[in-house]
């Protein structure tokens, strides 16, 4: 169990793991579950918030590490991804990453807390084909207008997705800015991108 097992222990796990399947397969069939096990037992207490972070970790340098593997050597498109300015969480990007590479597009995170102004540089700089913003926790009423105007104002004509538990709940705010939701689903996922 995880309240046993050590930093190698978890390790050498994710490093078996490595060898089960293609990098969107790891995501999706073994790391994706097993990070939402992670956080489900750390809401029940069965395990403490370190030990949820270090196993997050862990399987975070894994998955940074294929998306890096997994980059196409031609690349047809480019995607940004960042998190929403008040998300941390950003191991959920590297899964999307995973199925962008896997569908000829080069993808470049700007990880956590990424503001609108951080976005509007990027997409300026970079002139991407999408971007896509990862939201989780639904934030006030107030900070959702002024976050979802910004990204607007950030992405221009450049088509914007925002995937995670908030985005479900935000869809109709999203869609009115001009934004889509991400569907869960891979195949739907692929048609809208």
Do not use: M
Not at 152 to 166: E, I, K, M, Y
């Amino acid at each position: 169990t995880l309240q046993q097992a050590s930093n190698a222990e978890v390790e050498a796990a994710v490093k078996r793991a490595l060898f089960l399947g293609s990098a969107s397969t790891l995501f999706e069939k073994v790391f994706g579950p097993a990070l939402q096990q992670l956080g489900q037992r750390w809401h029940d207490g069965t395990i403490s918030v370190g030990q949820e972070h270090l196993a997050s970790e862990i399987v975070g340098n894994a998955l940074r590490y294929l998306v890096r593997l997994s980059q196409p050597e031609t690349p047809e498109h480019t995607a940004i991804l960042a998190c929403s300015a008040d998300e941390e969480h950003v191991v959920p990007l590297y899964g999307v990453a995973l199925r962008l590479c896997e569908w000829g597009f080069r993808t470049i995170s700007l990880g956590a807390r990424t503001p609108p102004h951080a976005i509007a540089h990027a997409v300026s700089e970079i002139h991407p084909t999408l971007v896509g913003l990862l939201l989780t926790i639904v934030p006030p009423a107030f900070r959702t207008r002024e976050l979802l105007d910004g990204y607007r104002d950030a992405c221009g004509s450049t088509p914007w997705l925002v995937g995670g538990a908030g985005a479900q709940v935000l869809r109709a705010d999203i869609e009115a800015c001009g934004g889509h939701v991400a569907p869960t689903e891979r195949q739907q996922l692929r048609r809208l991108v």
